[in-house]
């Protein structure tokens, strides 16, 4: 009975917390690499010319962390272990003040801080400033640019059409689905009617929120076609999980088409009573 009690002491429980995490992600990933686990449990492929820079501070921040997570397991492991009651012996306790421990606390934290978080904000700021910072040029004529107006619960799109101007009859306006070129650099102009949205395009790497009386700015150059989600990342109301659009990135050939014919059926549906559709502002750089 004894032997029974101690198996379910707290060592013992502290040691199987410990072990089940790894464990059972071991055994989720039995007889798979270790990028089919990055597949199944990571983020989605990136899709846009920043993507893979962010790909890689976000797996260098993983990594770090879990490394320090398993050695800070296994520094707590030993003594638990080690100074624990055992038949014939009593537990010693200790508050970690002494000189030596101040040392080792001391040395290990600046490790930490200096290292790791020195590391991760290199990256980061280098990201910054080559990828979500680095807006192309307004006056750039491949730049697609796009007006987004966020409401509760929905993505209003505006583009300026063939004439490259916004407000004019030929904008091409649609809700929830956006439609943008391949391999041009689509630039972003994001407010919104209500509360507080955050524009996300998870396979771009893009997130930026969408505040009522102020223009936010934002890009990406998608290097992929196809389709990809369109979601608010900012709790704004009980039907915010609604606020679900889709990102169609089309080859420069049918883009053009498509925005030609768009242009064209915008025209002919253009309503100049209809001052709800009448939205854009002047374009912020
Ligand atoms: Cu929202």
Redesign the pocket.
């Known amino acids: 009975m004894n032997a029974l009690r101690s198996l379910f002491s707290f060592p013992t429980k502290a040691v199987a917390a410990v072990l089940a995490t790894p464990l059972a992600l071991g055994l989720l990933s039995a007889g798979a690499t270790a990028q089919d686990v990055a597949k199944r449990w990571g983020p989605t492929d990136p899709a846009s010319t920043f993507g893979e820079d962010f790909q890689y501070l976000f797996w260098l921040i993983t990594t770090l962390v879990s490394v320090s997570f398993a050695i800070v397991c296994v520094l707590l492991l030993i003594p638990v272990l080690r100074d624990r009651a055992k038949p014939g012996k009593k537990a010693h306790y200790d508050h970690g003040s002494s000189l030596h421990d101040k040392r080792f606390t001391a040395v290990v934290s600046l490790i930490v801080f200096v290292v790791l978080d020195a590391w991760v904000l290199v990256v980061a700021m280098k990201d910054l400033r080559e990828g979500y910072w680095n807006i192309p040029a307004p006056d750039d004529e491949k730049t697609y640019k796009v007006e987004v107006l966020?409401q509760?619960?929905a993505w209003n799109f505006r583009a300026t059409g063939a004439d490259g101007e916004f407000g004019t009859a030929d904008d091409i306006l649609s809700t929830n689905t956006l439609v943008v070129p391949k391999d041009r650099p689509v630039s972003l102009n994001l407010t919104s009617k209500d509360v507080i949205?955050?524009f996300f395009l998870p396979d771009m790497r893009v997130k930026r929120d969408a505040n009522p009386g102020a223009v936010n700015i934002a890009w990406f150059q998608p290097v992929v076609d196809g389709e990809f989600d369109i979601l608010?990342a900012?709790l704004?109301?009980y039907a915010?999980y609604q606020?679900h659009g889709k990102l169609q990135v089309l080859e420069k050939g049918v883009f053009d088409e498509w925005e030609q014919e768009a242009s064209r059926l915008a025209v002919a549906a253009h309503d100049a009573e209809d001052t709800e559709a009448h939205w854009a502002w002047e374009w912020q750089e």
Do not use: L, P
């Open positions: 966020a509760q619960w949205h955050a608010c900012e704004c109301g915010h606020m």
